[in-house]
């Protein structure tokens, strides 16, 4: 690259910026300022700002979170005027408990089956 002092260029595989690709929900949520965001959320909509204010991190590190949040489909957001107010997503909520609720059944009936199966051994 003639003309450019490359050491001043920044490269685009970047760790944190693939962090924007996360698609799945539970790997968004393995971040605790993430879930602190989600719990806020469930009380009500807020704006970047608001949330920062709320919570333990910087207003770019929320607006940051937010990102990986939407983009795996846990949060959706309006425009208000000049900001943008974030809301959970019920939907994606509810699919995350139905998934939670898929694997507590399958432990709870193999919980069952061990104890009947040790029942009938005695």
Known sequence: MAGLDESKLVSVDLPFVETYRLADPW??????????????????????????????????????????????????DQAAGTRRVYHVNPDAVAALRAELDTFWNQALDTYKNIVEQEGQTK
């Open 27 to 76: 790997t968004a949520l393995a971040d605790g300022s993430r879930r602190a965001i989600i719990r806020r959320l469930a009380l009500g909509p807020l704006a970047v700002g608001e949330l920062a204010r709320e919570l333990p991190i910087s207003r770019p590190a929320v607006s940051q979170h937010l990102k990986v949040l939407k983009c795996a489909g846990l949060v959706g």
